[in-house]
């Protein structure tokens, strides 16, 4: 008899569980909500919602364990194409115009338009550019702050391998980076990268003037 | 001596000048957002979204549609024609079409109610046709709520899922860009150029984020329902596109107006 309110409040606890949704339960609605929920429009097609694994990784308030991170960076890096004639650095000029310019690959971007680097949307860069975004750190003075006087010397080199490898595919050295894979992605052309190197780490760039 | 003075007084000169650079640079940037702020609170005495809102006041009384029906039996959760106090409980389940909807979505099968056809309405671009109406349905509704707070109910299970599946969609990173909404709304204090983000992961405060739309938008001259904003955020994220009224879109705004929960609604806001 006095076992009897325990058994009705275990027996309502476990309603409770049943009336709160699971994980398993949200995962297949919110895939279902994708599944019935976009269409395509232009050059938006719906492949664009299939996740690769560092995608899915970095889905979650939390960010995935650290030796998830790690093993993603390291087939993130994999994926890095160096240029072939090992020449990285291009015109700042036209790295500055690709800084400024934030579309591309849109659903109303037309087909076969290049894209910009969308790089003021969330870096500070050239001091007379005040309109800035703030979502990644300040790249004002990048090369000068890191010590590159000449890109194309040996001392530089690391330097300048390791920004290559950064705007190619960001997630090489953080798997979670809210900065797109501009080179792995095919967003920017390697000629693009170039310029934006240029930008980044020519002593002549705005960016390293003073 | 004197050398020594010339120099102090050199270095001090560029030291002053330097500094008053910097200062230079941050007045362009804060009386760039002042500018912005002044601008919002001289429109703000007259923000023309009180034009769309007088308009959905006349459409709410008026019998229209195949039926002729005006949409004075229309329950956007507080009960038939009830407005005041609909739009800070939304998105919210409703026992008849067994959904959990959003104002867009609700007001959609009002519209069907009337005789309208509800596919052909969401497939309407923004800006056309029978979308011109829900603009001014979803300013005059909102705006019956303004000062209120977010109070979503979450009761029922579907309710408290669908704003589960919306926290997922909101980290959900996909696309050619790996963007997802928290990409630019998951942490407080960021911009995109000069534009402040609201931090949606988190409850952005009142008037700020899921509180302050629908939004009358000065740089495109147009009232823009929450239906709007997401589909251009998904644009922007380099996503397929999301149908209008689409359980994505409700799920998402669960979520969102979960977190506001206690935020209090200025909506229809004014924004750049």
Known sequence: MRAFPKLIALAAALAGCATAPGPQETDRLTQAILASSFREQGIAKLDRLTQDEAQQACSAEAPPAEAVAKRIEA???????????????????????????????????????????????????????????????????????????????????????????????????????????????????????????????????????? | MKQRHAAAAWAAGVLAVSGLCMQAQAQ????????????RALLADGNPAELWEAKGELLWTQKRGPKKLSFETCDLGQGPGIVKGAFVELPRWFADTRRVQDLESRLLTCLEAQGFNAAEIAATPFGRGEQVNLEALVAYVSAASRGLKFNLPQGRIEERQMAEAGKRLFYFRAGPYDFSCASCHGEPGKRIRLQDLPDLARSPGDGVGFAAWPAYRVSSGELWSMQRRLNDCYRQQRFPFPGYASDATIALASFMGVQARGAVSIAPALKR
């Open chain 2, 28 to 39: 362009a940037q804060t009386s760039t957002a002042d500018g912005i702020a002044q601008y």
């Open chain 1, 75 to 210: 087939a993130q890096f994999a994926t890095i194409q160096w240029p072939a004639d090992g020449v990285y650095l291009g015109d700042w000029r036209e790295g500055e115009k690709l800084a400024q310019n934030g579309r591309g690959m849109t659903w109303s971007d037309p087909e076969g338009v290049p894209s910009g680097g969308n790089c003021y949307n969330c870096h500070q860069l050239a001091k007379a550019e005040i309109s800035y975004g703030t979502i990644g750190p300040s790249l004002y003075q990048y090369g000068k702050l890191r010590g590159v006087a000449d890109p194309a010397a040996p001392a530089a080199r690391e330097m300048v391998r390791y920004t290559w490898g950064k705007l190619w595919n960001a997630k090489a050295t953080n798997a979670c980076s809210n900065m797109p894979r501009f080179g792995h992605a095919g967003v920017l052309t390697p000629a693009q990268l170039r310029d934006l190197m240029a930008l980044l780490l020519d002593p002549a760039s705005p960016v390293n003037a003073r």
